[in-house]
């Protein structure tokens, strides 16, 4: 009998604490504590948003560094992309890493297209879709012909259209072979923009100019073939 009253008395005492404490949640004592809370586990490590706000400091400062600042804070990050568990930061870590002009910075670049999660992977393509360089071509090419993410390799050839150079065509001519059509298109938007010519949306017309550099006229959509893609 003692058992059973025993029990009765603990089984009432959890439901009335958990009553006040869900009772008490949106309370101002309750925001208070969870506020203090919060800042005494900063003290201990600090919070995803407080890192998250380091960064984009960093990115702020970036190209007011030397070389031996940027290179250092590059060595930073590349731990960081390695080591971090969080998709979110390692992407954050990546936007960083683009600002930053050293030859370290490119080497953590050239390891974030490698990463697992295609967040940051995109955002890699972001990065060298701003580096202004002959090596983000090859790179951005190898990520279209090699990742197994479509978004990824979407995100690879838009950046591609910043690269009004020759190497851009060929890299982009990848893109036209994949089997998504939604891709292709992608590649034949910034192909329009990196050659200035437009063969419309015909992709057999884009593969010829890849391949040949010129395009037989049969091959050319009629301006009535153009308006029609449109709608």
């Known amino acids: ?22 009772g008490c949640m949106g309370t101002p004592v309750y ?39 940027q290179s250092k804070i590059a060595a930073d990050l ?26 370290a910075a490119a080497e953590a670049l ?6 697992r999660e295609p967040r940051v992977r995109i955002e890699a393509c972001a990065a060298w879709g701003r580096r202004g360089t002959e090596e983000a071509v090859a790179v951005l090419a190898d990520v279209l012909g090699k990742d197994a993410d ?7 050839a838009r950046e591609l259209e ?16 994949d089997s998504d059509p939604a891709l292709q298109h992608r590649a034949i938007r910034s192909l329009k923009v990196v050659t200035g010519k437009d063969f419309g949306n015909s992709v057999p017309a884009w593969r010829q100019f890849v391949r040949t550099g010129d395009v037989q006229a ?14």
């Open 1 to 22: 009998m003692c058992n059973s009253v025993s029990k009765l008395v603990l089984a009432l005492g959890f439901c009335l604490a958990l009553g006040f404490s869900w």
């Open 31 to 69: 925001r208070m504590w969870h506020r203090r809370q919060w800042m005494e586990d900063e003290q201990v490590q600090p919070s995803l948003h407080a890192r998250l706000e380091e960064l984009e400091s960093l990115r702020a400062r970036a190209r007011g560094m030397n070389d031996t600042e």
């Open 78 to 103: 590349a731990r960081a992309l390695a080591d971090d568990p969080t998709p979110l930061y390692r992407a954050h870590v990546v936007r960083t890493l683009g600002e930053l002009s050293t030859p």
């Open 110 to 115: 050239r390891t974030a297209v490698e990463d």
């Open 150 to 156: 479509l978004d990824v390799r979407m995100a690879a």
């Open 162 to 177: 910043n690269y009004r150079t020759p190497s851009a065509i060929p890299a982009l001519g990848i893109a036209l072979d």
């Open 218 to 231: 049969s091959e050319v959509p009629s301006l009535a073939e153009r308006l029609r893609d449109l709608f």
